[in-house]
């Protein structure tokens, strides 16, 4: 199994910066590798939509509304991710998650963590 735990969420005001950091624990030993891990959002009664992901080759991908302004990265040493975000807007508040994709015994599996509450409010 991998566990996942977000971290970074509070409140900021408009304009303002935050970081989220996300980091998998892998607790299977067959666990063959971690390929892609990402940041999602929700607000309640939306569906959860995607916000930045990067792979294990450092590829990333954005949604429209974070290009330009959020950064996603990555710390191989310790499986984990940073979501550095400026400009902050009331619209992205939100609760935010990281997803966990990985391989075990060739099989694709993913794992989301518990969220973290991003509130962006004067």
């Known amino acids: 199994q991998v566990h996942v735990v977000e971290s970074g969420g509070g409140l900021v005001q408009p304009g303002g910066s935050l970081r989220l950091s996300c980091a998998a624990s892998v607790t299977l030993p067959n666990v063959e590798r971690i390929y892609e891990m990402g940041w999602y959002r929700q607000t309640p009664g939306k569906q959860r939509d995607l916000v930045a992901t990067?792979?294990?080759?450092?590829?990333?991908n954005y949604s429209d509304s974070a290009k330009g302004r959020f950064t996603i990265s990555r710390s191989d040493a310790k499986n984990t991710i940073y979501l550095q975000m400026h400009d902050l807007k009331s619209e992205d508040t939100s609760v935010y998650f990281c997803?966990?994709?990985?391989?075990?015994?060739?099989?694709?599996?993913?794992?989301w963590g518990q969220g973290t509450q991003v509130t962006v409010s004067s």
């Open positions: 990067i792979s294990s080759s450092d590829t990333t």
């Open positions: 997803l966990v994709k990985w391989t075990y015994d060739g099989v694709q599996h993913s794992s």
